[in-house]
Structures are given as structure tokens and as C-alpha cells.
């Protein structure tokens, strides 16, 4: 997939996240932190090729993961994508003192690039180091283009259509789905008492 594609892709995954209001620095934002943070996430896993914009940039860092791991390969898998997620939150200078809706929109970004590629026919071999790509490969031949902005384009109209007021709360849902089972399971398993 092209950089502009991905940066499409990127921006309609964050207006998806807003309007879906997925966590509450996705609902109240600020957009002049999440956008260049989602824009660099999702040029971020192709440092791995030299030609791309980051790696040309940061040739001395996209040489050699290019020639250790080659390109679609570490920096195109989950575990390159939690190391970023712990590094954020734990190995950070607490004087560096990002904005959390900036580092969201930077982590959404960089798994925005690996769906992206997914659609590809190569593929991105997210479960890094085994040796399985995975795809789902709409994206192919000369129309590839063509394909990756309609995709982009799509995505935003879904988002822009969603009710505003009505958000998926996914914490709170699996919050409740979570204190549910657990009611379940302390009805049905007899305490100390209700033997006695
Ligand atoms: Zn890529």
C-alpha cells in the first residue's frame, strides 16, 4: 500500500475512533495532538524499507532493521505494536509528558498500517516471529490505488454517518459484560454460608 494510502487509512481510523468514541481521549481529543499522532503511527512500521518517507528520513535506523528483518517483517507484527503500546506507558520519561490522546492516536495509526497492508496480497506477518502472513487481499492489481481511497473514503462516510449521542462505550460494555459473569458465577456457585 502507497504512504498516501496509508495516511487515509489512518484518518478515517481516527474519525471511526471519535465518532465510536472507543476510549474517553478519543471522545474529547484534542485534534491538533491525535492527527500528526495517528499520521506518523501509520508512516511508523515502514521504516523498514529505506525508500520509504520515514526511512529515507531515518536511514540509519531503516537500513538496519531492512537488513535484520527485512521489509513487512518485525516492524509489521503485533509484538512490534505492544512493545510500542509498553514503551508508551511504562519506559517513557515521565518529563516527556505526552498527551495520552496523542500516544491512542499514534498506537491506532500504526495498527491502521498493518489492517491496511493485510489487504494487500502480501499480506504482514502479524504474528511475528511464526512465519504466517495474513491477508485478505481486496487490494490488488493496477486499480490498487483507486481501491485504497475508496476503502479510506468509505470508512470516513461510515463514521461520519454513525448517530452522534449514542457512543460504544467498549470499556464500560466489557466493564458490565465482565461484572455479569461474575454475578453469574457467585449465584450459581454455593458460598460458605448458603451450605450451612
Ligand atoms: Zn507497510
Redesign the pocket.
Known sequence: ?TAEG?LLFSVASLIMAHKLQITPEFAQGDWLHMVPGVLLGALL??IDHPSSILGRLFRIISLPISKLCGH?GFT?SLIAWLILLISSYQWLPHYWDLPPDLIQAFLLGYMS?LIA?MLTPSG?PFLWPLPLRFCFPVLRGKSSKRGERFIAVLLTVCAVLIPAGHPADWFQQIESALNYFNNQINIHLPTKTSLL
Open positions: 500500500m496509508h512500521p515502514d513487512r509489521h498500517h497492508d504482514v
